[in-house]
């Protein structure tokens, strides 16, 4: 896959001309991001209807309709974060991965667990990849910089972000403990479950399709009752893809292409936080199909 071009998900559309201004260095980016984004439940400004709604925007080109709607001037223009775009990790990793593929600078979402949030917890999170020529260079895009992280946030190590299919991998093997991964220690989207759905969307963002973390299709499902081993194959190909592997890489396309229960259709299935109910949303029109899914 080429990471340099835009995916339906990323594409800014008719607003890109926004995205030339914005600052080639990471730093100077992501704190565009920042500025752009808040998070819906971390920002410190309670959020309700319309603009709570907003966590469900899931392309680029509506964030920044959204934000142009609401402040209509340049993006690194200050906002005040009452007037920020709602969003989570995800909004945050898609936008700066819409602004690197801009300028041609291969970027991708990655799908897993950060271990540096709560002691003890691993909350579900999306970072984003960018290609500097060497290597991918792994960026926190939501935080901002600072000692007391005890890394650098704009070229993470290994170990401070853990892939879906990595954490899937050591669950398995009873290494670690499910019920320390997920969105919250006092929530029960957590555990085994909760792991398997990631791997499937790891899959579909490095496939090009940036879905919400809250999107449900093929064989994602709330429990474990299931055969279990398809999961294994796909978190070792996953892993084994990172490695470098090529060969793994080719398969993991083709089972994306081929297999329904690994990419979503035309339809999926919306879970949205903010507690409406479950809806089907047609991925082509933009638009939800009905109010509710059985």
Same mark, same amino acid.
């Given at each position: 896959?080429?990471?340099?071009?835009?995916?339906?998900?990323?594409? !800014?559309?008719?607003?890109?001309?926004?995205?030339?201004?914005?600052?080639?260095?990471? %730093?100077?980016?992501?704190?565009? *991001?920042?500025?752009?984004?808040?998070?819906?439940?971390?920002?410190?400004?309670?959020?309700?209807?319309?603009?709570?709604?907003?966590?469900?925007?899931?392309?680029?080109?509506?964030?920044?309709?959204?934000?142009?709607?609401?402040?209509?001037? %340049?993006?690194?223009?200050?906002?005040?974060?009452?007037?920020?775009?709602?969003?989570?990790?995800?909004?945050?990793?898609?936008?700066?991965?819409?602004?690197?593929?801009?300028?041609?600078? %291969?970027?991708?979402?990655?799908?897993?667990?950060?271990?540096?949030?709560?002691?003890?917890?691993?909350?579900?999170?999306?970072?984003?990849?960018?290609?500097?020529?060497?290597?991918?260079?792994?960026?926190?895009?939501? *935080?901002?910089?600072?000692?007391?992280?005890?890394?650098?946030?704009?070229?993470?190590?290994?170990?401070?972000?853990?892939?879906?299919?990595?954490? #899937?991998?050591?669950?398995?093997?009873?290494?670690?403990?499910?019920?320390?991964?997920?969105?919250? !220690?006092?929530?029960?989207?957590?555990?085994?479950?909760?792991?398997?759905?990631?791997?499937?969307?790891?899959?579909?963002?490095?496939?090009?399709?940036?879905?919400?973390?809250?999107?449900? #299709?093929?064989?994602?499902?709330?429990?474990?009752?299931?055969?279990?081993?398809?999961?294994?194959?796909?978190?070792?190909?996953? *892993?084994?893809?990172?490695?470098?592997?090529?060969?793994?890489?080719?398969?993991?396309?083709?089972?994306?292409?081929?297999?329904?229960?690994?990419?979503?259709? !035309?339809?999926?299935?919306?879970?949205?936080?903010?507690?409406?109910?479950?809806?089907? *949303?047609?991925?082509?029109?933009?638009?939800?199909?009905?109010?509710?899914?059985?």
């Amino acid at each position: 896959m080429d990471y340099s071009k835009q995916s339906a998900y990323s594409d !800014p559309g008719a607003h890109a001309a926004l995205l030339d201004a914005l600052p080639s260095d990471i %730093p100077g980016l992501t704190a565009v *991001i920042q500025n752009v984004m808040i998070h819906y439940r971390g920002g410190g400004v309670e959020f309700t209807g319309e603009h709570l709604e907003e966590v469900n925007n899931r392309w680029v080109e509506v964030i920044l309709a959204t934000d142009k709607r609401r402040n209509g001037t %340049p993006l690194a223009t200050p906002r005040e974060p009452v007037d920020r775009v709602a969003g989570c990790c995800r909004d945050y990793a898609l936008l700066t991965v819409s602004a690197l593929r801009h300028k041609g600078i %291969p970027a991708r979402t990655r799908i897993g667990f950060a271990t540096y949030f709560l002691p003890g917890f691993n909350h579900d999170h999306v970072v984003v990849e960018y290609w500097n020529g060497e290597r991918w260079v792994m960026v926190d895009s939501q *935080i901002e910089p600072g000692e007391h992280w005890g890394f650098d946030v704009h070229d993470m190590p290994a170990g401070r972000f853990k892939s879906a299919a990595e954490v #899937w991998k050591g669950f398995r093997s009873g290494e670690l403990d499910g019920d320390d991964y997920g969105v919250d !220690p006092g929530l029960p989207l957590r555990g085994g479950w909760f792991i398997r759905d990631y791997v499937f969307l790891q899959l579909a963002h490095l496939q090009g399709d940036e879905l919400l973390l809250w999107d449900g #299709w093929g064989a994602m499902a709330d429990h474990l009752d299931m055969d279990l081993t398809p999961t294994d194959e796909l978190a070792a190909l996953l *892993i084994a893809s990172d490695a470098g592997d090529d060969t793994a890489t080719t398969k993991l396309g083709n089972l994306y292409r081929e297999d329904p229960d690994l990419h979503p259709g !035309p339809r999926i299935t919306l879970h949205s936080p903010t507690g409406t109910p479950p809806c089907s *949303i047609d991925l082509t029109t933009r638009q939800k199909v009905d109010a509710e899914v059985g």
